[in-house]
């Protein structure tokens, strides 16, 4: 009984097809705001799948996403009235992101509790998961590329750049200072935001990364013990096999 996987984010929209032993290698992705009936069409061409697991943060495209692929099966949003296996501690749940969601049900699932889970994407949110497993909230931050692009626009003399390992801290160049400025400045956010949060856990707990640019960020931080780059996948997985019946 294969599912569609759906993990529409604000940059992009990757879809999967997956069944309750795990993912498959058939894969496709979209850039968001290039989602249209025709676009998903072509994108989704030869997919065999009985029902969709929806996970999105983009309320208009979301609309389009549920419209295309009832015609093919049930399609479920993932969202907090969802069936997760988590506790939700959390005074309005509605606020809760989906995919903040899927990345608790994934590591609770595949790494264990208490968790930390960091997703850099267009912003990068930190999501705290305790023993329980429960939903305990998190913290919302600009994301790496957010942060480059505000510069590119809003100075006159700094370019758009490529974020990349800096060669040193001392820029001998100005896109060397501006990836040094990028890529430390942003390992000393996270270093500072995980502190806090460690600070008010009960236990130790495992400190998992995914997104685009965890692999880049995580290289240099120790604190982050696993780069997971499915992790937002096995989520909405997980929260399928529970779901689509």
Same mark, same amino acid.
């Given at each position: ?34 989602? @249209? ?29 549920? =419209? ?13 009235? @969802? =069936? ?55 913290? !919302? ?28 801290? !001392?820029?001998? @160049? ?72």
């Amino acid at each position: 009984m294969p599912w569609l996987l759906v993990d529409n984010s604000n940059t992009r929209t990757k879809f999967a097809i997956a069944d309750a032993t795990g993912i498959s290698a058939s894969r496709a992705w979209l850039p968001t705001p290039d989602i @249209s009936p025709e676009s998903l069409a072509t994108a989704l061409a030869g997919f065999e799948f009985t029902g969709s697991l929806l996970c999105s943060v983009v309320p208009e495209k979301a609309r389009i996403l549920r =419209d295309f692929l009832a015609s093919r099966g049930p399609v479920h949003p993932l969202s907090y009235q @969802s =069936d997760t296996g988590l506790t939700i501690d959390y005074p309005h749940p509605a606020q809760i992101g989906a995919d903040r969601l899927a990345n608790a049900i994934g590591v609770a699932a595949t790494h264990g509790t208490p968790a930390i889970v960091i997703d850099f994407g267009t912003a990068v949110t930190f999501d705290v998961v305790a023993a329980g497993p429960a939903y305990c909230g998190g913290v !919302i931050a600009p994301g790496l590329g957010a942060m480059q692009d505000y510069l590119g626009k809003r100075t006159a003399l700094l370019p758009k750049i490529e974020i990349d390992e800096p060669r040193a801290a !001392i820029g001998k @160049s100005t896109i060397e200072a501006m990836q040094a400025g990028a890529v430390y400045g942003y390992r000393g956010l996270v270093r500072e935001i995980l502190l806090r949060l460690r600070a008010e856990i009960e236990g130790d707990p495992i400190i998992v990364a995914t997104g685009g640019d965890a692999g880049l960020i995580a290289k240099g931080l120790p604190e982050i013990q696993y780069v997971d780059p499915d992790l937002t996948l096995e989520g909405i997985r997980l929260a399928a096999v529970r779901n689509l019946h």
